[in-house]
Every structure is written in C-alpha cells, then in structure tokens.
C-alpha cells in the first residue's frame, strides 16, 4: 500500500474551500471515509468493475434506493456526467455517490463530461455534509478512457472545486493506475504552483 498527500494547489488562497488529495492503492469499498463514488452506468442497475464490487459490498439496499431513483427522478436513466447518492448498505462509508462517466471517443473531446462527474460528486458531498471520499478512476475501465488523460482531469477538476470536503482520496486499483495518479499530482503540485 503506498500513499502521497499534496495540498491541493490554490491551498494558499482558498485554506477552507480546498480539500486535501490523497491517493491510495486498493479497494474502494474498504474505505472508511463518509462517501464513496461509485463509476455507475445510466441504468444504475449495477454492472461490472468498480460497480459491481460495491453493489456487492454493499448489499441489496444501495440497489433497492437505485430502483427508486429510476421510478422517480431518472426514469431515463442518469445522465452521463451527473451523480446522485444512496445509502451505502453494509460498506463502511455512509454513502455512494453515483456517477455516470463517458465512454472514451478519440473522435470527441469528452473531457467536460469526465470533469463533471467530479464536479458534481464534490456538490452531492457538500449537499450531504461528506467531510471525506473516494474517487476511483471514473470511466478508466469499461469505458476505455486512458489512464494518463483521466488522471490529469480527476486531479485538476478537484483541486480547483470549491467544496466543503476536506479530504479527497482517489482509491487506485493498481500499482499502475496509482502510479500514473502520482505523476499527475505531483505534476500539478510541482514548482511555481
Ligand atoms: P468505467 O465503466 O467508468 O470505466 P470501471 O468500473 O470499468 O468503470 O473501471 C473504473 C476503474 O475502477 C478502473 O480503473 C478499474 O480498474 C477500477 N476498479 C475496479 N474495481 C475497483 C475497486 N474495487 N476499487 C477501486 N477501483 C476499482
């Protein structure tokens, strides 16, 4: 398990709408922070990858409040780039925060959309009171979108947030993605910033 903590660049101008980033290497369902994001499709019916480990994690009644979101508010589904909360069942973390990412199109600039999934996470949190939550690496797995370009987004789009979160974590799943995280902060908290 490694870990990096930077602050988060305007640190120095905004102390108390900045949080702090940490990255992690592991499993976001184990973390013991107040929320969690989960990387969902617009049916947030569940599926695979970081999805499906945490409906699992979970347990039936994240899925449950899901079925109720697409009966009331999203009977078409979430719409990419948005996020909405649940319970979070039998994890540690009292709520997942759910969020679609685009799919990866070297034929379309997506970048807005991955940018918002983490702006909005960030107002879901706020909205909730979150003090602290984890990130996985939205849209990096099914969704293709490389590491390299996702990490640059995930990083800059949090660090110039304003939010009432005080800690960020960004849960890598593997020493790869970590790795390809830490160069993106250490990049953005380097000399000059
Ligand atoms: P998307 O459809 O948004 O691409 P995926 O779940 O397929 O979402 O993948 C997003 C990222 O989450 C990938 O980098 C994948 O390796 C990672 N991941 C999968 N399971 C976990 C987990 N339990 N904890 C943290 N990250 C995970």
Known sequence: MQNLEVWGALVWHYPWLMPKIVLVEGDITRQSVDAIVNA?????????????????????????????????????????????????????????????????AKSEDRSHLLASCHV?????????????????????GVYRYPVEEAADIAITTVAETRTTVR????????AGAYAVFERALRTRSGPGR
């Open 120 to 140: 909005e996470s960030l107002r879901v949190a706020d909205e909730l009171g979150a003090e602290t939550m984890a990130f996985p690496a939205i849209s990096t």
């Open 40 to 104: 969902a499709n617009s049916s947030l019916m569940g599926g695979g990858g970081v999805d499906g480990a945490i409906h699992r994690a979970g347990g039936r009644s994240i899925l449950t409040e899901c079925e109720n979101l697409r009966a009331s508010r999203y009977p078409d589904g979430l719409p990419t780039g948005q996020a909405v909360a649940t319970t979070g069942g039998d994890l540690e973390a009292r709520w997942v925060i759910h969020t679609v990412g685009p799919t990866y």
């Open 167 to 174: 800690e960020v974590r960004f849960v890598l799943h593997t």
